[in-house]
Nanobody
Framework: VQLQACGGGLVQAGGSLRLSCAAS????????MGWFRQAPGKEREFVAV????????AYTDSVKGRFAISRDNAKNTMYLEMNGLKFEDTAVYYC?????????????????WGQGTLVTVSS
């Protein structure tokens, strides 16, 4: 599967952005989908993950209550709704897909990656 992330940009602290991740391939619904981010000088970290059906989600503690992950399998697209953005949310955001059903939070357990979209939050 090929992934294309978009929707990043520059936003003031407290603002909102919605990221999208479009996937190619007829088997999109077979993949667990996740969002990761990488800030300058830091390792890539887990943000959120959603099951193949979209029924179950998981988040890293720092974004709980502010971010929401979702997917539309009919459109082969995943979303990350980000509200109450903070300066520390500044990073390149990547979408990723993995075979199987486990909601992994480890980047090295994902099989496919999008190119990343930059989110910059000004304080």
């Amino acid at each position: 599967v090929q992934l294309q992330a978009c929707g990043g940009g520059l936003v003031q602290a407290g603002g909102s952005l919605r990221l999208s991740c479009a996937a190619s391939g007829r088997t999109y619904g077979a993949y667990v989908m996740g969002w990761f981010r990488q800030a300058p000088g830091k390792e890539r970290e887990f943000v959120a993950v959603v099951t193949r059906s979209g029924a179950t989600e998981a988040y890293t503690d720092s974004v709980k209550g502010r971010f929401a992950i979702s997917r539309d399998n009919a459109k082969n697209t995943m979303y990350l709704e980000m509200n109450g953005l903070k300066f520390e949310d500044t990073a390149v955001y990547y979408c990723a897909a993995r075979d199987g059903s486990f909601l992994s939070q480890q980047p090295n357990e994902y099989d496919y990656w999008g190119q990343g979209t930059l989110v910059t939050v000004s304080s």
